[in-house]
Each structure stands twice: as C-alpha cells, then as structure tokens.
C-alpha cells in the first residue's frame, strides 16, 4: 500500500471521533486491509511472549483490536445511516476478512495459553477485580470463539461466521431497502390535519429532496417515509385515520415480503440465521443458541429468563390492561366509535397526554 494513500484515508487515521463528512466508500478497503496488515504483525509478535504481563500482552493485544473496531464500527454505522451501492460493496469485499481476522485472534492458540498463564500469575499481574474480570472474560469469548476446534469442525464454524456476519448484512440491507422504497405524498389539506408545523416543515423538506421542487410546508406536497421522525408523528397527530393505519401496517410490514413491501423478505434470512446459530451452539457443546448466549451473561438459564418474562408479564398485564381500558373510554368520549386499534393508542394517548399536562411535544422543541 502506498504510504501516502493511507495516511491520508480519514477512516484509517481517525482521532478522538471519526470525520464522517471526510469518508467515502473508497476509503473502506484500504482502511480495513492495512488495519488488518498491521494487526498481523503485531498478532505475530505476541504469539512469541513466553512470561506474559498486563503491559507486554494485554494491553498490546487490546490495541490490536481496537484500531479494526474503530474502523468497522464506523463503517457500520455508514451503512445504517448513508447506505450506498459503492459502500455496500465495499463492505461486501472486506467483511470476510474482518471475520477471518477476528477468528484469528480468538482461536490463536498461542494467546490463549497466555490468558491462562495470567490467569494464574495471581496478584503479581492480577491486581484489581477489573483485571480479573478482563482476564476471565478474555478466557471464556476464546472458548465461545472456537479455540479449543480442530480440523473439519473448527473449519465449519469458521464457515459458520462468516455466514452470519453476511446474513446479518443482508437482513439490514433489506430493511434499509424497504424503508427508502415507501413513500406518501399527501396534497389536501384534510390529509394533513392534526400534524404539528415542524412535521410539516420536515416533509415538505423530504418531499423537494425527491423532486417536488415547489414543495413547502404551507401549501406542500408533503412526503411520509418510515423513518422514525416522519412515520411516528403520523401515528401521534394524524386526524387521519386511514393514513395511520397504512403507515402503522407499512411499518411493520418492512421487507416482510408482504405488501409494498414483497421485494424484500427476510423471513428465509432469519431461518438461516437461526438454523447457523443452532448449529453453531451444537458445535460449541450447547444444547442451542439461548444457553450459548446466555453463557456470556448474567442470567443463569433459559429457563430462568423464561420464568422472570412470565413473572413480569403476570404483574404488568393487568396494569395494561387497565391502561387500555381507560384509553378505550377517552376515545369513545373524543367520538371514536370503533374498537380501539393499534394504529390508534399513540394518537389517544398523545391527545389524553397533552389534557392531562397542558402542553405539546411542539412546545417543547427548541428553535
């Protein structure tokens, strides 16, 4: 790699935050690539220390991760938030090599010894509850990372995360894909009653953004999307009833293969990813992926997750219901004739809400 390419990459040479504005797809490749070069050799000089120390290992071992994950981590969030065909191919290319490097780290054979070793050394290197906590957790992920696989198995879990990490990047993408494709451009006057100004300002906003070049608050058009901001005010403040409940079901409907949203469906993705994590937690020694995951946390079972859900939901049900209830009879009073629907709770309880306290959401927001 040319010196001058990556010292200039703003992804690679980040400070306290990333500069966001300065990044561009063709920034990710190289980026990752030398943070990975670099993570190598010093991967290669740590498998050669023999008396390990919190300052010849672990912190040296922590630095290796931290550069990728600050590089990854804001490629990350790129995708969720300026997702783009160029950045997804980018991260395409490279996420293979990000999971093989990970992969490296936990099942290296030579660093986990070391783990050991430490673990062992007791108060001499071991000398906080914070460092034993570091080194004990350090220990059980290489475990959960593969460490102790050999051969053909640890060659399927291998294949295992990458799959995953590629089924999770498709199951995003297809949301974001599913979110950018519905839209409502809203005209009349009568469509828009009930939705606060600066709602109006946003979508007029949205809406030249995408062509309707005379668009303004005051007289509109007026775009809806399923990004938060737009589509849950909708849901708030809408007098339209119609209007919220298509954009309620648009939104849970996102690449659910149903409805406008058919092109995309992540329900066979989602089988996969369950079906990668069952085999997964098989390989690993579990019965299935709950007790794997679980085994990272501080819930002593399934089981007992389980109990604590249903003991929750035995002491909250019956103040929701009670809620509900309540909310039911306010509407009736307001007019609303009908049963009250999901599309309608956060319309009445916003309107309820705004009665009981005297002031809006509007109100509140600085200018």
Known sequence: MKEDTITNNPLFNQQELPDFSAITPEHVVPAVREAIRLGRD??????????????????????????????WGAVGHLMGVKNSDALRTAHEEVQPEVVEFQLSIGQNRALFENWQKLQAAGANEISSAARRRIV?????????AGVALEGETQKRFNEIQRDLAALATRFSNAV????????IVLTKSEEIAGLPQSWL???????RAKGHSEANETTGPWLVTLD????????????????REQVYRASLARASG??????????PVIDDILRLRQEEAKILGFA???????????????????????????V??????????????YAKQKGHEDSLQLWDIAYYSERRREELYSFTDEELRPY
């Not at 957790?137 to 959960?144: C, G, K, N, Q, Y």
């Not at 938060?228 to 209007?243: K, T």
């Not at 149903?258 to 329900?267: C, I």
């Not at 909250?316 to 009879?329: D, G």
Request: charge should be positive; glycine fraction near 4%.
């Open 136 to 144: 004990d957790s350090a220990i059980r992920d290489a475990r959960l």
């Open 176 to 183: 974001l894909d599913a979110t950018k494709s519905f839209q």
């Open 316 to 329: 909250a049900k019956p103040q929701a219901t009670r809620e509900f209830t309540e909310l039911a009879a």
């Open 228 to 243: 938060y901001p737009s589509y849950y005010p909708v849901l708030q403040h809408a007098q339209n009833r119609a209007l």
């Open 42 to 71: 010093k991967l290669r000089q740590l498998e050669t220390v023999q008396t390990p120390t919190w300052q010849t290992f672990v912190l040296p071992l922590r630095d290796i991760s931290r550069r990728l994950d600050r590089i």
């Open 288 to 314: 299935n992926f709950a007790e794997l995951s679980l085994s990272a946390k501080m819930a002593p079972g399934a089981a007992k997750v389980r109990e604590m859900i249903q003991n929750l939901a035995g």
């Open 201 to 207: 300002a946003g979508a007029a906003h949205a809406a």
């Open 258 to 267: 149903a409805g406008y949203s058919e092109t995309w469906n992540n329900w």
